[in-house]
């Protein structure tokens, strides 16, 4: 393991053009943000909310909060004052109330919808039919404080490489349904999430367009 910044240029050294960092800060002090915030840095993910509510008011205004934790819905009206996306969104009831609060702080929230591909059942997100039905529902077009950007998952967590790749190559192509049925004209629906410290130079060969990387950045997490 070498500094923040050593690892960090590994990691971006490894993203192809068109592949975004999300640089995952959980578990880890401001201090460490500001190593990676002074290699010039500016995605970070959490994914608690009292922690990045704790963080975010000592820490550089540009910063790019990406929320990538699983949101309960009586806490969102705490992060949407500043957060600039919502990554996994997994039902239309927090959809609902991240545009209810959006609409009160005057502004558009974007979000990713998260699906749920990956044996594990422990994971959260929608699993495609699920996802379907959400947007067949229509109740989102009403919606004009959130913005659907894309789509989040997470692949299962394998050793197994072509298991890891058919997950990811399954969330793509079904973003290419969802584009092409909802999207078609909207060129911010164009985010595709998912990579993370052990799978994301499988995740840039699988059309990604944000990888969410901690712990090769940071170092393990001491929970
Ligand atoms: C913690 C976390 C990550 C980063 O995990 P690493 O293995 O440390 O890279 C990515 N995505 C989500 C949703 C996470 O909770």
Redesign the pocket.
């Known amino acids: 393991m070498g500094t923040i910044r050593e690892n960090l240029r590994q990691v971006t050294g490894l993203l192809p053009a068109g592949v975004r960092l999300v640089a995952?800060s959980?578990f880890h002090p401001a201090s460490s943000i500001e190593e990676a915030y002074a290699e010039g840095q500016r995605i970070f993910?959490e994914?608690h909310v009292q922690e990045l509510q704790a963080k975010q008011p000592v820490l550089p205004k540009d910063i790019e909060w990406h929320f990538?934790?699983h949101l309960q819905t009586n806490k969102v009206r705490f992060i949407v004052p500043y957060v600039s996306m919502i990554e996994?969104v997994d039902s239309i009831r927090l959809l609902r109330e991240i545009n209810r609060q959006a609409e009160r702080c005057g502004r558009t929230v974007d979000v990713l919808l998260e699906l749920h591909i990956a044996e594990e059942e422990t994971k959260y997100g929608l699993t495609l039919d699920d996802c379907r039905q959400l947007l067949a529902d229509g109740e989102w077009r009403a919606m004009p404080y959130v913005r659907i950007c894309g789509l989040m998952m997470?692949a299962s967590y394998v050793d197994d490489e072509e298991q890891i790749r058919n997950e990811m190559m399954t969330a793509a192509n079904f973003f290419d349904e969802v584009k092409a049925a909802y999207f078609a004209d909207a060129d911010y629906f164009c985010e595709r999430s998912w990579g993370?410290?052990?799978d994301f130079p499988i995740a840039c060969q699988c059309r990604s367009t944000l990888v969410?990387?901690?712990?090769?950045i940071f170092g393990e997490?001491v929970y």
Do not use: Y
């Not at 969410?212 to 090769?216: D, E, K, N």
């Open positions: 995952v959980k993910g994914s990538i934790g996994a997470m993370m410290s052990h969410r990387v901690g712990s090769a997490r």
